[in-house]
């Protein structure tokens, strides 16, 4: 019987870990399958307890450090501002060192050049450099 209540308390913690994403859960439920396993090889509950504890330390401090890394370890992906660098904007109005206009991601900006000796044509299509506060920094052919 006491195995039983182990394996349904482990079950329920790694259900558990699907609302959390944390690892911890996770960590204690497969604890409680070992401990499940002892209580079912007839071990006295002490047993259960000790085996629960020495397996849960071991798991949360070894294996989930290690798996969040693994699984943590994408690429972070750009937003807001981050997301705009690099993208190619549309001269609306003349644009120089001192300002201007473009179409950024279908948005109206108000940039300026990069390069201050560039004077940027209507229609000709520019790269973002970077952005500063609302104002887009742009980079042109000559």
Known sequence: MVAVLWLVAGLL???????????????LGASALGASLSAALGAPLWLDVLVFTVISIALVTLARPVLRRRLHAGV????????LI????LVVSTV??????VKLRGELWSARTYDETQVLE????????NIA??????WGEP
């Open 13 to 27: 913690l790694i259900a558990a870990e699907v609302l959390s994403g944390d690892f911890v859960l996770l960590m």
């Open 86 to 89: 690099g993208n190619t904007a």
């Open 133 to 138: 506060g609302a104002i887009a920094i742009l």
């Open 76 to 83: 972070l992906v750009p937003t807001n501002t981050e997301a």
């Open 96 to 101: 120089d060192a001192s300002g201007g206009k």
């Open 122 to 129: 209507p229609g000709l299509a520019v790269a973002v450099m």
